[in-house]
């Protein structure tokens, strides 16, 4: 496998349930992003990992909580959502820092019930 | 504030026209500046990058675009469209400390 990978592709949850998203990349890049891309919005920016610690959270609510145990490995970790939240959700790596171009993976369709 | 914005929501071409997507940005100094696009339920990819030098940039797929700093601009353009272009296209900046900020998009329309 190469590039940046997500599972799952697509998931339905309802607003108790408890999930997680996963991304993995397989470039030796040591930085790793979420974004979430809702219907006519611009990409939002979620969170920033470099070197496995979290360099940036932009203001999200506590129910998204983000996990990087290593720089390959990153997750999304849902819980309580509300139905807002139902978007495409997107994870990116770079060589490091965000000024280096960034590898997207092919996202996770959410939607919340 | 630092952005970026593309001014066209939405652009409709016909097959084998010329295309030209805008996309202006607002940062104190040069930006690094990207150009992505994104196929219906699928990720970023990137089109092509700017940092410095040569003011035009060549990318994959027979795009290209002109950084021009009075303008503030970095738009795309491609001289013959095919059906497969049709999809989503984003402009992004960052700054050498600051994050990627990415404009609103804009959708390409491809008529046969």
């Known amino acids: 496998e190469t590039g940046v990978t997500q599972t799952p592709r697509h998931l339905v949850m309802g607003m108790t349930n408890k999930k997680s998203l996963k991304c993995e990349q397989h470039l030796g890049h040591n930085a790793m992003y979420w974004y979430k891309q809702s219907a006519k919005k611009p990409l939002e920016l979620m969170f920033v990992y470099n070197f496995k610690e979290q360099t940036e959270n932009n203001s999200v609510p506590s129910r998204f909580s983000p996990e990087c145990p290593n720089s390959s490995h990153l997750f999304l970790h849902l819980h309580t959502l509300q139905p807002e939240d139902s978007a495409l959700y997107l994870c990116?790596?770079?060589?490091?820092?965000?000024?280096?171009?960034?590898?997207f993976g092919p996202g996770t369709r959410l939607t919340v019930l | 504030a630092q952005s970026v914005t593309q001014p066209d929501i939405h652009i409709t071409v016909s097959e084998g026209a010329s295309l030209e997507l805008r996309c202006n940005y607002s940062?104190?100094?040069?930006?690094?500046l990207f150009w992505y696009v994104q196929s219906p339920g699928q990720g970023l990819q990137l089109l092509l990058k700017?940092?410095?030098?040569?003011?035009l940039v060549q990318g994959i797929k027979g795009f290209e675009a002109e950084f021009k700093r009075s303008q503030s601009s970095f738009n795309l353009r491609k001289p013959s469209v095919h059906w497969s272009d049709a999809a989503e296209y984003f402009c992004g900046g960052s700054s050498n400390t600051g994050k990627l900020i990415f404009g609103q998009g804009t959708t390409l329309q491809v008529k046969p």
């Open positions: 940062y104190g100094a040069t930006p690094y």
């Open positions: 700017y940092f410095s030098g040569d003011t």
């Open positions: 990116a790596s770079s060589p490091e820092g965000q000024d280096n171009e960034q590898f």
